[in-house]
């Protein structure tokens, strides 16, 4: 009886612990996000932007994806995506930083 409801204490787990606490850590990262926006100006700002949206990423492709428990196929291709949206992000930052500081 015990192995029982070890085994459905994980599953309610598993489907209604784990999901809130994700949801709650994105919706620390959208608020996180927003205030961060309304502060002014300075050099590092689109940095540590970029570092809570892949925060959220992370606990998106992690949890709700569940890459810590897919077989090896699924987390070469995941690795192939975000290696994919590295290079255009890289793309992107380059014709960004080399505009002068008018047209920005």
């Known amino acids: 009886m015990s192995a029982r409801s070890?085994?459905?204490?994980?599953?309610r787990r598993e489907l209604f612990?784990?999901?809130?606490?994700?949801?709650?850590?994105?919706?620390?990262?959208?608020?996180?996000?927003?205030?961060?926006?309304?502060?002014?100006?300075?050099?590092l700002k689109p940095y540590v932007a970029l570092l809570i949206a892949f925060?959220?990423?992370?606990?998106?492709?992690?949890?709700?994806?569940?890459?810590?428990?897919?077989p090896p196929l699924i987390r070469l291709?995941?690795?192939?995506?975000f290696l994919w949206i590295l290079i255009l992000f890289c793309l992107a930052f380059s014709d960004?930083?080399?505009r002068p500081p008018g047209m920005i």
Request: proline fraction near 5%.
């Open 6 to 11: 070890d085994k459905e204490a994980s599953a």
């Open 17 to 43: 612990v784990v999901p809130i606490l994700v949801w709650v850590g994105l919706m620390i990262g959208l608020v996180s996000t927003y205030a961060y926006a309304l502060w002014p100006h300075f050099p």
């Open 55 to 70: 925060l959220k990423a992370a606990l998106i492709a992690f949890i709700y994806m569940k890459l810590s428990k897919a």
């Open 77 to 81: 291709a995941a690795a192939a995506a």
């Open 96 to 98: 960004y930083l080399t």
